[in-house]
């Protein structure tokens, strides 16, 4: 069971079920089918891949074929064409003090070793790239050529969910309230041999449940 059936948990729910195969079975819960107070509507919709952690720079990485052109790689098991999420490439600039320049150039070699396409520009470069910059003060800048900007968040909402909703294995369930206020409740009209499992089971679906979609 996943609680949250926006670009985590649908995502979550997807890739499972890719790994998990056939006999698995996953139900996503969502308390608000209009996903404003979700972590991704809120978000800035932005994917970067300047760290210094390696694992934060291949996970981005991963992300920003999903966010580009890829998108197909993730939403081939639906019938729903992917939607177009609006990607604009144009980077992170993090701009350094003279002093910060090895360290900058030092993440940058970092980034780059995991296939990121950040560059290091020297000020001259960085005139010349972005000319309304003042680069009278920094050393130099580190820039996001390729696989960086922002996108739609809510068409990610939309990929994701279409993805998991089309997955044989996936049970979704959407409640009307957006607080459960920590009532017990049996899982409606609708069921499969997972929602027998968790009827007996507190938190997990409220009474006034709007819908329940279960894949044949």
């Given at each position: 069971?996943?609680?949250?059936?926006?670009?985590?948990?649908?995502?979550?729910?997807?890739?499972?079920?890719?790994?998990?195969?056939?006999?698995?079975?996953?139900?996503?819960?969502?308390?608000?089918?209009?996903?404003?107070?979700?972590?991704?509507?809120?978000?800035?919709?932005?994917?970067?891949?300047?760290?210094?952690?390696?694992?934060?720079?291949?996970?981005?990485?991963?992300?920003?074929?999903?966010?580009?052109?890829?998108?197909?790689?993730?939403?081939?098991?639906?019938?729903?064409?992917?939607?177009?999420?609006?990607?604009?490439?144009?980077?992170?600039?993090?701009?350094?003090?003279?002093?910060?320049?090895?360290?900058?150039?030092?993440?940058?070699?970092?980034?780059?070793?995991?296939?990121?396409?950040?560059?290091?520009?020297?000020?001259?470069?960085?005139?010349?790239?972005?000319?309304w910059l003042n680069v009278r003060?920094?050393?130099?800048?580190?820039?996001?050529?390729?696989d960086e900007g922002w996108f739609?968040?809510?068409?990610?909402?939309?990929?994701?969910?279409?993805?998991?909703?089309?997955?044989?294995?996936?049970?979704?369930?959407?409640?009307?309230?957006?607080?459960?206020?920590?009532?017990?409740?049996?899982?409606?009209?609708?069921?499969?041999?997972?929602?027998?499992?968790?009827t007996d089971l507190p938190h997990?679906?409220?009474?006034?449940?709007?819908?329940?979609?279960?894949?044949?």
């Amino acid at each position: 069971m996943i609680v949250g059936d926006a670009v985590v948990g649908s995502s979550t729910a997807y890739w499972l079920s890719q790994a998990l195969g056939k006999d698995a079975s996953i139900l996503l819960v969502e308390r608000d089918s209009s996903y404003e107070s979700s972590s991704t509507a809120l978000s800035t919709s932005a994917i970067r891949q300047q760290y210094s952690n390696p694992i934060n720079v291949k996970s981005a990485s991963s992300a920003s074929r999903l966010s580009g052109g890829s998108r197909s790689e993730w939403c081939h098991s639906t019938p729903v064409p992917a939607p177009d999420l609006g990607f604009k490439e144009h980077g992170y600039l993090y701009c350094c003090s003279p002093e910060g320049v090895q360290a900058a150039r030092e993440r940058v070699d970092l980034q780059r070793s995991f296939g990121a396409h950040t560059v290091f520009l020297e000020p001259g470069a960085l005139k010349q790239q972005f000319p309304w910059l003042n680069v009278r003060d920094p050393g130099g800048g580190s820039w996001g050529a390729r696989d960086e900007g922002w996108f739609d968040s809510m068409g990610m909402i939309q990929a994701h969910s279409n993805a998991a909703e089309n997955t044989p294995i996936c049970d979704v369930l959407i409640t009307k309230n957006k607080s459960y206020h920590g009532q017990s409740a049996t899982i409606g009209t609708q069921r499969s041999a997972l929602t027998d499992r968790l009827t007996d089971l507190p938190h997990i679906a409220h009474p006034n449940f709007s819908g329940y979609r279960h894949n044949q």
